[in-house]
């Protein structure tokens, strides 16, 4: 006969031990789950991803229902345990139900800790803890505008960037001088903090909250200083607290959490408490690793296996905020005995520190570089004895900072029992293994077979590395990831389908290559449309529905959904009589802002979309493409023409340059800069593509960024003549549009597909004229987005169909500030 297993809660910690259980022992236990959640288990971690907007509700299902029933399980969602009657062994549930067991796990989790203060419960204030606050956050960034988040930890950040990402005004209320100030230090938080604010995140340190303002629904926070911040919305992120109410009021011993011992024995015999709501030797833990050893541990013992017990764990954590690497394990502030190693690179936003006592590692704190995190809490863990050869352990091979280290050395010197997937506890070994005895071809057949990135998806790059290490160069191809989840076909291989089966729209290509999901998704919408143009550029209807909200339009959406119109200014020269003209159509329309963009041009900023074909009428100007993935500016010095340095003409060869590729898409923005001496003052090595002129020619520089992540160009060669200038540049910008994926910078593809590939693909005037011919075939057909809509009334009444004076489009704006390039959120164009 099957023992009665009880599960009271149905989270990612409960669940996991019974997956474990069922692996173990699929026979011996008769299970029955109870879960105040209406949900299937479901992936906590990822709401911060679904709040982000990058991914969806659907995504985060662990165990979808028909796991249940396939597992024998019985499931009563959306019940909560209020009863136990030990002598009986029975629990019973809020809705009546009642069921014996034989053996009760709790594993309730915790609850988000509210503060409290007066108007705490006022509507529009709310935790982040489960799907429904993640959806009440969503739908109130529909309605209203200003967030509070108050709680500067790992939760707090998640939440203010998913908010952002939602178009909202977001202010951090923090306690202390300084944010997750219980995983960093101060030199790695303010760096922290800088980047965040970079990403328009704003920070009220030091501040008590004191009390909640508004009537019935929130309208601002009041501090203990006197201050006050206006508020639609407040998230508290203030901490959690383990959910113990059923066993206390069941006299199970109960201190912060469920007291239990190193098999996860409670102090009443058959019930075991595991994850968030148990407390083992003292600690109550809030990451999923340490909770998972402890379902393991567990479940073990209840298959009658045996097991050493749970001694505890040492954790580490990342804050999942993207274009942000932070880490942080063990001891993370110098105390006395303790010494650290330090790296400091202020080129590259890079910081890292290990402390060192007693000859071992006991904590490290990383930002802006990441990379290193895996070795060095493995030393934290396994507590290696490095006397007399700390720095060497400990700086290793490119510790130093970035660049140093290529892209899989790492993994390939990496000893087999190095944990990879820190959350699941996967080895490198578990994960080879795997590969080579299931013949495992990609990072979810690996996750579906080992666990490994099944829950922050923090270390996917990594079990990427270990996939390419083990399959070698030819198993590359076969690892490739799908472009999106709607496919396992990864960008070359769709790119290649639309060329040999020509394949000329995007139903077309999901029905041929059997998308998984038919609509496609955000993802591969607009990459699918970017493709198709690129292979077919005459024959390719452009999918307007399939772009962002920016491209759309043709206006750069505001944080408060106007719009921004930068018209195109040839080479950042202009004159009187254009100038005029910007300035009456500025006063026109009332134009709340004008301002010089870092491409030396002007963005009026402030426009109420359906006053955008009026204003693009009025300038008669051609469009600056300020807001897509299309040639943007091209910035120049003055060169010969005026500075007694110049030794060639900077400001025609830009206006030149600029003539010959507006218009042209490419995979991302590109920006292109012409300085008219080796003295660079129009900054080209920090552009897609930099013209810098030298004595008798000029050198041409490729891959360059001065945006999130600064990157300085590679000199592609040297060229003697403006024509070769041209040729060269042609073929390039080809070269990248052929061969980029959508929404990849140059400076990441080129570091990608290697400067040596670029080279070899532009080696001939045969291979370069070819190059030439295709863009020329792209360039032919594209016209100005602004004077067609103005010519094209169907167009254009879809600027005019809005009532009312500020066309506020709550969920465009949204949407472009979750588009994978957040150019809404910037008032001026980047440089
Ligand atoms: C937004 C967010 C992001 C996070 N990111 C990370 C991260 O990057 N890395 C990381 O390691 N951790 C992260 N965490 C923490 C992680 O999600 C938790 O540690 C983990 O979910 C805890 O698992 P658990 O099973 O103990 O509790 P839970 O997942 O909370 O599950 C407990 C379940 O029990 C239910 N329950 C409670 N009482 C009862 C009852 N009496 N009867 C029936 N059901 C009951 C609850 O409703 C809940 O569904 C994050 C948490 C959040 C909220
Ligand atoms: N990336 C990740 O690993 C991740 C992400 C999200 C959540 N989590 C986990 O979820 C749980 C909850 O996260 P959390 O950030 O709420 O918890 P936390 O306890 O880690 O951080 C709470 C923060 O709120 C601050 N705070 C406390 N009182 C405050 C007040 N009155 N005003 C302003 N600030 C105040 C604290 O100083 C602290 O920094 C934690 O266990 C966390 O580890 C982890
Ligand atoms: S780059 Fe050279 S030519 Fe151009 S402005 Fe500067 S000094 Fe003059
Ligand atoms: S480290 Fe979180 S899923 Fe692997």
Redesign the pocket.
């Known amino acids: 006969m099957k023992r009665k297993l009880v599960l009271?809660?149905?989270?990612?910690?409960?669940v996991w031990c019974v997956e474990h259980m069922l692996k173990l022992a699929p026979q011996r236990f008769e299970v029955t789950i109870?879960?105040?959640?209406p949900h299937p288990n479901y992936n906590?971690?990822l709401?911060?991803s679904v709040l982000a907007g990058d991914s969806s509700m659907k995504d985060i299902v662990l165990n979808d229902w028909d796991w249940y029933r396939d597992n024998g399980i019985t499931l009563h969602a959306g019940?909560?345990?209020?009863k136990i009657d030990k002598a009986k062994r029975t629990v019973t549930s809020d809705k009546g139900v009642t069921v014996p067991y034989d053996e009760l796990i709790l594993?309730?989790?915790?609850r988000a800790f509210i503060l409290p203060v007066p108007g705490a419960d006022k509507e529009g204030v709310i935790a982040?803890?489960?799907i429904k606050d993640c959806e009440t956050m969503m739908e109130s960034a529909k309605k209203y505008k200003k967030a509070v988040v108050i709680g500067g930890g790992?939760?707090g950040l998640?939440a203010a960037r998913g908010l952002l990402n939602l178009n909202m005004e977001v202010s951090v209320v923090h306690i202390h001088d300084y944010v997750m100030e219980r995983q960093l230090d101060q030199t790695a938080s303010s760096m922290l903090r800088t980047e965040l604010e970079a990403q328009g995140m704003k920070f009220l340190l030091q501040k008590h909250t004191e009390q909640i303002l508004g009537r019935d629904r929130v309208t601002g926070v009041k501090f203990k200083d006197g201050s006050v911040v206006e508020a639609d919305l407040v998230v508290m992120a203030v901490g959690i607290r383990p959910?113990v109410a059923?066993a206390k009021d069941h006299g199970i011993e109960v201190n912060r959490g469920i007291v239990v011992n190193d098999f996860l024995e409670t102090n009443v015999p058959n019930i075991y408490a595991v994850?968030?709501?148990a407390e083992h030797r003292g600690v109550a833990y809030?990451?999923?690793?340490p909770?998972y050893e402890q379902g393991d541990v567990l479940a073990k013992r209840l298959c009658g296996l045996e097991v050493s017990g749970y001694e505890g764990s040492v954790t580490s954590t990342k804050l999942?905020v993207s274009g942000v690497d932070v880490f942080s394990a063990g001891q993370y502030r110098e105390a006395p005995g303790t010494r650290a190693i330090k790296v400091v690179d202020e080129f590259d936003g890079i910081y890292k520190k290990v402390l060192i006592r007693d000859g071992k590692v006991v904590g490290a704190v990383m930002f802006g570089d990441t990379s290193d995190s895996t070795r060095i809490f493995k030393l934290i863990r396994t507590g290696e004895d490095v006397s007399g050869r700390e720095k060497e352990v400990v700086l290793g091979e490119g510790f130093g900072g970035a660049g140093g280290k290529s892209a899989g050395s790492g993994v390939a010197a990496m000893a087999d029992d190095e944990i990879i997937c820190g959350?699941n506890g996967v080895s490198k070994g578990a994960i080879v293994k795997a590969i080579n005895e299931q013949g495992l071809t990609s990072v979810d057949a690996i996750k579906a077979c080992t666990g490994a990135s099944r829950?922050?998806g923090g270390c996917k790059p990594l079990v990427g590395e270990v996939l390419q290490c083990t399959l070698g160069a030819d198993g590359v191809t076969a690892a490739k990831e799908g472009i999106c989840g709607c496919t396992t076909l990864g960008r070359d291989e769709v790119v290649e389908a639309i060329r040999s089966m020509h394949l000329t729209t995007s139903k077309e290509v999901m029905n041929v290559l059997g998308w998984e999901n038919t609509e496609g998704c955000s993802k591969c919408r607009p990459a699918l449309n970017y493709y198709l143009g690129m292979v077919w550029p005459v024959e390719h209807e452009e999918e307007r529905e399939s772009r962002f909200v920016n491209e759309r339009n043709h206006a750069n959406i505001q944080k408060d959904g106007t719009y921004s119109v930068i018209p195109r200014i040839y080479g950042g020269v202009t004159s009187p009589q254009e100038l005029k003209r910007i300035a009456e159509v500025a006063e026109k329309y009332e134009v709340p802002l004008v301002k010089f963009t870092g491409g030396q041009r002007l963005d009026l900023l402030g426009v109420k979309k359906e006053d955008l074909p009026k204003v693009w009428e009025d300038l008669d100007m051609p469009s600056g493409y300020g807001y897509g993935k299309a040639l943007r500016t091209v910035k120049t010095c003055v060169g010969n023409t005026f500075c007694r340095f110049g030794t060639q003409d900077a400001m025609g060869m830009g206006i030149a340059i600029e003539r010959r590729f507006e218009r042209l898409n490419t995979p991302a923005k590109v920006k292109i800069a012409v300085s008219g001496c080796p003295r660079n003052c129009a900054e080209a090595t920090i552009k897609d593509f930099g013209i810098v002129a030298i004595d008798g020619g000029w050198e041409l520089h490729v891959g360059g960024n001065g945006g999130v992540k600064v990157r300085a160009t590679d000199l592609l060669c040297k060229v003697k003549t403006e024509e070769e200038v041209m040729e060269y540049a042609a073929a390039y910008l080809q070269f990248y549009r052929e061969t980029g994926k959508w929404n990849e910078r140059t400076s990441e593809w080129l570091p990608r597909v290697g400067l040596e590939t670029v080279r070899a693909a532009l080696d001939t005037p045969e291979k370069r004229q070819a190059l030439v011919a295709r863009i020329d075939e792209a360039l032919q057909v594209m016209t100005d987005p602004w004077k067609e809509i103005i010519e094209t009334p169907s167009l254009r009444a879809t600027f005019e169909e809005l009532p009312g004076s500020l066309a506020v489009d709550a969920s465009a704006a949204a949407e472009a500030a979750a588009g994978l390039e957040s150019e809404a959120a910037a008032a001026v164009e980047r440089p």
Do not use: P, Q, W
Request: with cysteine; aromatic share 4%.
């Open positions: 009271v809660g149905n989270g990612m910690a409960g109870f879960g105040s959640e906590r971690i709401l911060s019940h909560t345990v209020t594993a309730t989790g915790s982040f803890r489960d790992l939760l998640e959910n059923i994850g968030e709501c809030g990451l999923v690793a909770l999942k959350c829950s922050c």
